[in-house]
């Protein structure tokens, strides 16, 4: 079964930049999303096709795929971008999705 | 503006089947390449992909809920349902339906906590 590994934790002050990344094989074969889940609420959808961006979502949010990584970079981390951020992936193989195992972002 | 919705019981007893209904709008299973996936979170725990049903009623599943789990449609009320067999206490979780395109989840609902005791 396919495995997505994600940094369990991230710290980044405000105003600078946040990158992390999410491991898998030949992940850069594969389209991407990710998401964004703050406590208490439902995830949402922050990049998808490894670097698109859905309408509403800020252009600070960025995406990148090639080889056995994926990442996803915030410019000019705000306090409410502190959250945890799942990638995501379709197992072309079995058949079915997958989830990276989080990455929680702290803004200190 | 698409919504979803999930509903169902908030306790399940070990053993019995759960079933939940997410209820959409703003959508249609008439349009080639929807689908309605559901996602479950145990407490403090990351998701978890469970299924996803498409608009022509192809249903795929996680292969390690396989022999439990079964999502089906209802175009006319736009619904969408769960059945996971033989609950136990690891299926605790939050569960989520959500809107897929080929893009990814594009909206979800605020899903349901639901318990598993005796």
């Known amino acids: 079964s396919y495995v997505l590994t994600q940094p369990p934790s991230v710290s980044v002050a405000p105003g600078r930049t946040a990158s992390f990344t999410c491991e898998g094989d030949?992940?850069?074969?594969?389209?991407v999303h990710w998401y964004q889940q703050k406590p208490g609420q439902a995830p949402i959808l922050v990049i998808s096709?490894?670097?698109g961006r859905p309408s509403g979502i800020p252009e600070r949010f960025s995406g990148s795929s090639s080889g056995n990584t994926a990442t996803l970079t915030i410019s000019r981390v705000e306090a409410g971008d502190e959250a945890d951020y799942y990638c995501?992936?379709?197992?072309?193989?079995?058949?079915?999705?997958?989830f990276g195992s989080g990455t929680k972002v702290t803004v200190l | 503006q698409i919504t979803l919705k999930e509903s169902g019981p908030t306790l399940v007893k070990p053993t019995q089947t759960l079933t939940l209904t997410c209820t959409f709008s703003g959508f249609s299973f008439s349009t080639s390449g929807v689908g309605v996936g559901w996602i479950r979170q145990p407490p403090g725990k990351a998701l978890e992909w469970l299924g996803l049903?498409?608009?022509?009623?192809?249903?795929r599943s996680s292969p390690s809920l396989k022999t439990r789990l079964t999502i089906t449609k209802d175009t006319s009320k736009n619904q969408v349902v769960l059945t996971l067999t033989n609950i136990s206490r690891v299926d605790t979780a939050t569960y989520y339906c959500?809107?897929?395109?080929?893009?990814?989840?594009?909206?979800w609902g605020q899903g349901t906590l639901v318990a598993v005791s005796s």
């Open positions: 030949n992940i850069g074969s594969k389209s």
């Open positions: 959500a809107h897929r395109r080929e893009s990814g989840f594009d909206s």
């Open positions: 995501q992936v379709w197992d072309y193989i079995n058949d079915h999705y997958v």
């Open positions: 049903i498409f608009w022509d009623g192809d249903q």
């Open positions: 096709y490894n670097s």
